[in-house]
T-cell receptor, first 112, second 118 residues
Framework: AQSVTQLGSHVSVSEGALVLLRCNYS??????LFWYVQYPNQGLQLLLK??????LVKGINGFEAEFKKSETSFHLTKPSAHMSDAAEYFC??????????FGKGITLSVRP | GAGVSQSPSNKVTEKGKDVELRCDPI?????LYWYRQSLGQGLEFLIY????????KSGLPSDRFSAERTGGSVSTLTIQRTQQEDSAVYLC????????????????FGPGTRLTVT
């Protein structure tokens, strides 16, 4: 069975600082991997996805993530945080066209 | 184009009542998913419809939960005899998967229905 681990529940950064949100997956075969963002009282919006093409994936709003098979990781980064990045972020995995398995999510706060 | 829509956006019901939640997927999307988001359990898969195939019901937590998808489009999630632990946000997603095209597996989410059982 697949599982996704997001360590910690809350990350706080200063505006302009690097954002790093960690995600590790557990799967015997590398799955497809996704990062979603959820703003308050809204649904989930896809930031980026890894579907076995390039290992460095660029997404919307300046976010990117790198798939590292040796570390079973898919960490999300952004060089410079903006106040509008404050939200909850979910890492998820799936096998082919199938259900998503989500991590517990992590709340990002951005300090002015 | 229009995204995934869900109704109602909020639903308050008394324990023991039945509720129906509706999802309108993106037009032409063949796959439809229901998830539940709650404080204690995070985001959980409930059920998955793909075309005319039998649905994957493996995530439904009890036999009080059921879902149907009529005409390959609109879906209704029904919860019978609601319990307080059913309080959560119910999210619907749809996708248009194409065989051997992983980039098409992206799921698009609706805004959710917040269910409160009193």
């Amino acid at each position: 069975a697949q599982s996704v681990t997001q360590l910690g529940s809350h990350v706080s950064v200063s505006e302009g600082a690097l954002v790093l949100l960690r995600c590790n997956y557990s799967s015997s075969v590398p799955p497809y991997l996704f990062w979603y963002v959820q703003y308050p009282n809204q649904g989930l919006q896809l930031l980026l996805k890894y579907t076995s093409a390039a290992t460095l994936v660029k997404g919307i709003n300046g976010f990117e993530a790198e798939f590292k098979k040796s570390e079973t990781s898919f960490h999300l980064t952004k060089p410079s945080a903006h106040m509008s990045d404050a939200a909850e972020y979910f890492c998820a995995s799936s096998r082919a066209n199938s259900k998503l398995t989500f991590g517990k999510g992590i709340t990002l706060s951005v300090r002015p | 184009g229009a995204g995934v829509s869900q109704s109602p956006s909020n639903k308050v019901t008394e324990k023991g009542k039945d509720v129906e939640l509706r999802c309108d997927p993106i037009s032409g999307h063949t796959a439809l998913y229901w998830y539940r988001q709650s404080l204690g359990q995070g985001l959980e898969f409930l059920i998955y419809f793909q075309g005319n195939s039998a649905p994957d019901k493996s995530g439904l937590p009890s036999d009080r939960f059921s879902a149907e998808r009529t005409g390959g489009s609109v879906s209704t999630l029904t919860i019978q005899r609601t319990q307080q632990e059913d309080s959560a946000v119910y999210l619907c997603a749809s996708s248009s998967p194409r065989h051997r095209e992983p980039s098409s597996y992206e799921q698009y989410f609706g805004p959710g229905t917040r269910l409160t059982v009193t």
